[in-house]
């Protein structure tokens, strides 16, 4: 991912906490048979050796016997974006040399994947991944709601993989290459606009460094 300085954020708590906001990821690899993507939801797990991605996919769908070859896979996480006008620039109104860009936060992680097909470590990957995304609701749905033979008919259709994580880069582009005069109007501009993802970007801008 092409990011110059002013964009690079290399803090690797804030690119955990990002993955953990931003669990969607987009997980794309390579075999013979050319490029393939799939949405996943993600988990981040820390472990004595590193950082790992963990999540599953459909038996069906046939970028598992990429994950399987143990070929390097990308993961790409995205947050709130936006089209930045030169409008939005003060400095615009004294210098009209401007033109428009769009501001983004991106996360991507790089490493080598593994398979978790057994069923006790498949079973114990749905239950963490529920739990995660549960854990806000009023009363928390749990996989042992579901009857047991249901969730073994349910994991049979599935399989888990394990993404060692060898390289995390973020890429939080919100007009730091710009004048403080600027970044604020861009920040003005973002959150009163009418599309959430603008406004939830004017957030990401006022908590940014």
């Known amino acids: 991912m092409y990011t110059p300085t002013a964009f690079r954020e290399t803090d690797t708590e804030r ?20 490029l393939k993507a799939t949405p996943v939801p993600l988990l981040v797990v820390e472990r004595t050796g590193g950082l790992e991605l ?16 143990g070929t390097p896979a990308l ?19 004294r210098n009209p040399a ?3 860009t769009w501001n983004y936060l ?6 080598t994947p593994r398979m978790i097909d057994d069923p006790e470590s498949l079973h114990d990957l749905v239950s963490q991944l529920t739990h995660q995304h549960e854990a806000d609701q009023p009363h928390p749905w749990a996989v042992e709601d579901a009857p047991a033979d249901y969730i073994e008919r349910m994991l049979k259709a599935i399989v888990g993989f394990s993404i060692a994580i060898e390289q ?8 730091q290459n710009r004048s403080l ?13 009418p599309i959430s ?13």
């Open 15 to 34: 690119l955990i906490a990002f993955i953990h906001e931003h669990s969607l990821g987009v997980l794309i690899t390579h075999s013979a048979d050319g």
């Open 54 to 69: 963990q999540g599953h996919l459909a038996r069906a769908n046939p970028q598992r016997r990429d994950l399987a070859s």
């Open 75 to 93: 993961v790409v996480f995205n947050g709130p974006n936006a089209y930045v006008s030169p409008n939005y620039y003060p400095s615009k109104a």
């Open 98 to 100: 401007v033109v428009p």
């Open 106 to 111: 991106c996360v991507q992680a790089r490493g």
């Open 168 to 175: 995390l880069e973020g890429k939080l582009k919100l007009s």
């Open 181 to 193: 005069e600027d970044r604020q109007g861009v920040q003005r501009a973002l959150d009163g606009s």
């Open 197 to 209: 993802t603008a406004r939830a970007l004017a957030e990401a801008m006022a908590g940014s460094r």
